[in-house]
């Protein structure tokens, strides 16, 4: 195995792990303050939990590039149910209370995705693999919901604005459904 290779899976256990804890806390500070959106950001890493094993599917075989498009098939399902779900939740949901686990998840997520974003997206360039870099959107979907689950708590608790997290959402399912259609298409990631 490359080292590239032993690198992705090194990423993809980080990235299942991290999104393990994201997915508990924000269910159940989103349960307890009745946030749609910190319910919509558990579940989306619960997607991104489904999307990491994907890549870590695709990258048990001997050949990897075997499992290519049907893993760039699944990213992109996850990426429209993700989508669904967001603006489901924006547009039919009530208006939360602040909570202060809520924003403290966030931001921490808000620190850590972009940075492993990154590291997998220039892995996955380095391998010539779209599904890797198709996985590492994945990454940076979730540091732009936990910047607009954020900025929705933060409007909630200091402005009394409960509205501000169901705007942010509709913005990141249209990106989302935006990220599904490329890896979808397969569109060249080098």
Same mark, same amino acid.
């Given at each position: ?11 993809? /256990?980080?990235?299942? !792990? ?10 159940? /500070? &989103? =349960? ?9 950001? &558990?579940?989306?890493?619960?997607? *991104? ?47 939360? *209370?602040?909570?202060?686990? &809520?924003?403290?998840?966030? /931001? ?12 997998? =997206?220039?892995?996955? *360039?380095?391998? &010539? ?44 399912? /249209? ?7 490329? !890896? ?7």
């Amino acid at each position: 195995m490359s080292t590239l290779h032993r690198r992705v899976r090194l990423i993809v /256990a980080i990235a299942i !792990a991290w999104n393990v804890v994201e997915a508990v806390v924000s269910l159940w /500070a &989103g =349960r307890e303050a009745d946030s749609a959106a910190l319910v919509g950001f &558990g579940l989306d890493s619960v997607v *991104e939990v489904l999307s990491a094993a994907v890549v870590a599917w695709q990258f048990r075989a001997p050949d990897p590039e075997q499992r290519e498009e049907v893993a760039l098939k699944l990213i992109a399902w996850s990426f429209f149910l993700l989508a669904a779900y967001v603006t489901f939740e924006a547009l039919f949901s009530r208006e939360a *209370e602040p909570s202060t686990p &809520g924003l403290i998840i966030t /931001a921490l997520s808000a620190l850590i995705m972009p940075g492993l974003a990154l590291w997998q =997206r220039r892995t996955g *360039e380095q391998l &010539g693999s779209a599904s890797v870099v198709a996985d590492s959107k994945q990454r940076m979907i979730c540091a732009l919901l936990s910047f607009a689950a954020l900025a929705g708590l933060v409007f909630n608790a200091w402005l009394g604005w409960g509205w501000a997290d169901s705007v942010a959402a509709l913005f990141i399912a /249209a990106f989302a459904v935006r990220e599904g259609l490329e !890896a979808l298409r397969g569109d060249p990631c080098c």
